[in-house]
């Protein structure tokens, strides 16, 4: 059975059983995860809905109400200002900043803790003249910490593999290089909704 047919099923229990315990009618929300199964049938995973990145929009507007002192016809103010910002990223041909931001950082003087990682020298030691260690680095908005979980590509079977951050570096040209220690996984679990990952014979390798 299909998740989205398992959600229609647990949907008309719940609902019948809320009737049949408490002596009432469906309240409106009740009768809206009704529309869910179908919804999620038609459309696939909730999640590629979602539109909660879409919402960071409002931090604008937000800023744009709070120094407006105006409250007459405030929304063609609004629609006035972003309008205007749009222009000038058109006459200033500007397009989208690769904005990057790190945490303190310091300067790596020892490298022989790195002589056993994969393709160290390939990607660091030709593009790194001089190296920076940070424990966070936030890039377009993504926030990369020491001992978070990357997933760093997929193997030939199209089955994804997954890298625990141990390192991160920078040079003075604001590149950034993540060593990782590799994890590997044997492929879905669909009971999890999970990939179970275990190590790999390479512990660590080097990811721009």
């Given at each position: 059975m299909s998740a989205a047919e398992l959600l229609k099923t647990f949907v008309k229990e719940h609902n019948t059983l809320y009737v049949q315990?408490?002596?009432?009618?469906?309240?409106?929300?009740?009768?809206?995860?009704?529309?869910?199964?179908?919804?999620?049938a038609d459309s696939r995973p909730i999640p590629?809905?979602?539109?909660?990145?879409?919402?960071?929009?409002?931090?604008?507007?937000?800023?744009?109400?709070?120094?407006?002192?105006?409250?007459r016809n405030v929304t063609c103010t609004f629609a006035l200002k972003m309008q205007l910002n749009l222009y000038e990223r058109f006459l200033a041909n500007k397009g989208f900043e690769d904005r990057l931001e790190t945490g303190p950082v310091d300067i790596v003087s020892d490298?022989?803790?790195?002589?056993?990682?994969?393709?160290?020298?390939?990607?660091?030691?030709s593009a790194f003249s001089r190296s920076l260690s940070t424990p966070w680095v936030d890039y377009k908005g993504t926030v990369y910490r020491m001992g978070s979980c990357v997933a760093l590509g997929v193997d030939d079977d199209t089955v994804p593999y997954f890298g625990i951050i141990s390192t991160i570096l920078e040079n003075d040209k604001?590149?950034?290089?993540?060593?990782?220690?590799?994890?590997?996984?044997?492929?879905?679990?669909?009971?999890m909704h999970a990939y179970p990952v275990k190590k790999k014979q390479v512990p660590t390798s080097v990811y721009s």
């Open positions: 315990l408490f002596k009432d009618t469906l309240k409106p929300k009740m009768h809206f995860l009704v529309h869910y199964g179908r919804a999620l590629y809905l979602s539109t909660i990145r879409y919402e960071a929009k409002h931090e604008v507007v937000k800023d744009s109400a709070n120094s407006t002192t105006s409250r490298w022989t803790e790195f002589e056993n990682v994969e393709n160290f020298d390939q990607v660091v030691r604001e590149s950034v290089s993540l060593v990782c220690r590799v994890w590997s996984c044997d492929g879905f679990d669909s009971h």
